[in-house]
């Protein structure tokens, strides 16, 4: 069973930069793809970006592309997601899961969550 575990949220002004970290523990970290969602207050959590196991292909939600950007290191047991240029509207808390299908959106596709770091923008 693989236990994953957030960082690096904190408060931030508007046009801001976070760096978001993900320590995973349990089974290969390089086996498996993983994604960043969040949920803001009486909202749907939402799908940000995915990362296949080995790294070399991510993709992106339209509202985050060009903002942020997904990465791992296997050899840390890690991901990251670097958001920049951070708006009121990414408030929100912010989790890492584990993938059981690289391509879905949909929360159901994934397990294994973290319990979220709290981001927030002030303007």
């Known amino acids: 069973q693989v236990q994953l575990v957030e960082s690096g949220g904190g408060l931030v002004q508007a046009g801001g930069s976070l760096r978001l970290s993900c320590a995973a523990s349990g089974r290969t970290f390089g086996s498996y793809a993983l994604g960043w969602f969040r949920q803001a207050p009486g909202k749907e959590r939402e799908f940000l970006a995915a990362?296949?196991?080995?790294?070399?292909?991510?993709r992106y939600a339209g509202s985050v592309k060009g903002r942020f950007t997904i990465s791992r290191d296997n050899a840390k047991n890690a991901m990251y997601l670097q958001m920049n240029n951070l708006r009121p509207e990414d408030t929100a808390v912010y989790y890492c899961?584990?993938?059981?299908?690289?391509?879905?959106?949909?929360?159901?596709?994934?397990?294994?969550w973290g319990q979220g770091t709290q981001v927030t923008v002030s303007s």
């Open positions: 990362i296949s196991g080995n790294g070399v292909s991510t």
């Open positions: 899961a584990v993938s059981s299908n690289y391509y879905s959106n949909y929360p159901s596709a994934y397990y294994s």
